[in-house]
């Protein structure tokens, strides 16, 4: 397809005797923000390597912008912007020869588009020092501008906001999504940080014991988050409230901080009205979400443990 | 090729940004500058008349003749015999000078070294082991560029991208060579200049005599020099490479480091020692690489030369750097 950014097709990586991923099969597309979910060890940073030459693909193909990494390594890499792991600059250089350097790299990158880039990641101010006296931020940022530097279709990013501020990660996200709006950027980002990639990403892809057990859009994550809602109520008297639904057949447990019940979406005025004729005064109906995504996540990363 | 040449650039400005990279250069420049001035100053201090032209004794031909019979002598002597290993490693040194003093013979050559300021240049810099010193200094520099990147995580940054890693390791040894020829080349001219300085410039144009394990040729003092500093350079690049290809495998700064300096200080001794009783041991890497030594000093091992020295040392040369780059090409990083 014209469109396809980054293909993946049955990718598996073998070091000695140990299988680390198996069978991951991507395909990314022009101007979406894909997440790499999974918890720490599930083979992200392995995939993430494979696709942008530190590593070698022990079986499978990869694809950036139509060529192979394995036959065409140079035009692969052409396209791809990305940090692995920490970034790792030249701390004995200052930020700009940083990008001076890694600019020459590649033809057509002037002295221009250098500043547009310091511009865009916002290091004006601290891009004529030297890259050791930068905070752990400001070397992501500087990061990201030379990832960006030669215009790439594809940018990887390896849990770019480990370490970050809240102020931080927010800055990025809104880059990220300003980039890929504006430019038709594609971004890989890897992270095991639900809620960040919730607030990112178009597509989440979840990986857990180096396979992918699944690729949705986070809409859909969410749909299946929203299936069975996590109620938690404030009554008059929780432990007769706490009779009547299990009466009624609604799961309940009956906590400190209240009465939680696990409802779907179109028996919830069922239980009001169940309370209310019960003669159970309602003060609050809390819905935590946050907790019912982790436990889709959970959910779905679990049944690998016993092995596929 | 223009690609390349780019990468060349790059790996060339990484490595002048490096502090230590200048700091070796003035370091290297400051000894040269400070072993002249101390022995300026001790000759100055025994009231040597440097300006004074050595006298050459009129029977010089007798005293040479007579030398000449007693080395042919101990010659045959050690060479008849029997068991005597340790001996016979002084046969090289022997067999120069009794070549030298044939040569002399028949050339009528008055005196045994000429007075020339390019002599003096080559004898200051053998006897200073320069060759050596810029060995240790690119040894740094080179693990620096190959093992320090790793160390520094950095290498992620130049491999992720569009060029071949064979591009990219080859760049690195290259620029490293070259730091190597600029050392060379200013610590001649240095060197030079502050002779020219204290000694005027007696001799430019003279000739001297030079061993090459084979027979004596005659050339100009000056191009002995920079023959000499020619096979300083080899004897260089030899362990610049051993440095580059364990920093490749090991990917330790300090273990190349290391062990090319122990190999440099003190592997040819270790080796010649072994070779001196066992003949095949000569072919041992390390045994034949002091190329320069081998002119200034004859050799020290049996039945080498200088061509066999060269050949021998090139070819571990090409092979060392062919483990380093199938290993650095073959691993995840």
Known sequence: MADSVLKTESVKKVIGKRTIVSDISLELYRGEIFGFLGPNGAGKTTTIKMIVGLSKITEGRIYVGGCSVREDFKGAMKNIGCIVENPDLYKYMSGLDNLRLFAKMYPGVSEERIREVVKIVDLEHAINDKVKTYSLGMKQRLGIAQALLHSPKLLVLDEPTNGLDPAGIKEMRELLRDLAEKTGLTVFVSSHILAEMQQMCDRVGIINKGRLITVKTVGELVGMAEEKTALQLETDDNSKANSILREKGFSCELLADGLHVAAERESIPVLVRELTLGGVGLYAMDRSNSRSLEDVFMKLTEPAKEGK | MKSFLTLISIENSKMWKRTSTKVMFFIMIFLVLAASCLLRYYQYYK??????????????KAEVQQEAQGLKAQIKQIENGKDNESQRSVLGSLKKSLAEDEYRLANNIAEAKPNSIWTKVSDFSQSGSYGALIALLLIIACAASVAGEFSEGTIKMAISRPYYRREILSAKLIVSLLYGLELLVTVFVVQSAIFAAFYGLPGIGAKEMMWTTGKIVYIPAVLKALCLYGLDFLTVIFYTVLAFTLSAITRSRSIATGFSLFMLLLGSSLAQ?????????????????????????????????????LLVSGIYTVVIAALGYVVFQKRDI
């Open chain 2, 47 to 60: 009231n040597v008349d440097v300006h004074a032209t050595p006298s050459v004794s009129a029977t010089w």
């Open chain 2, 273 to 309: 020692m072994a070779a001196v009783f066992f003949t095949w041991a000569k072919y041992f890497p390390f045994t034949m690489t002091g190329f320069s030594s081998v002119v200034t000093k004859g050799v020290v091992l049996e039945g080498t030369t200088l061509p066999m020295a």
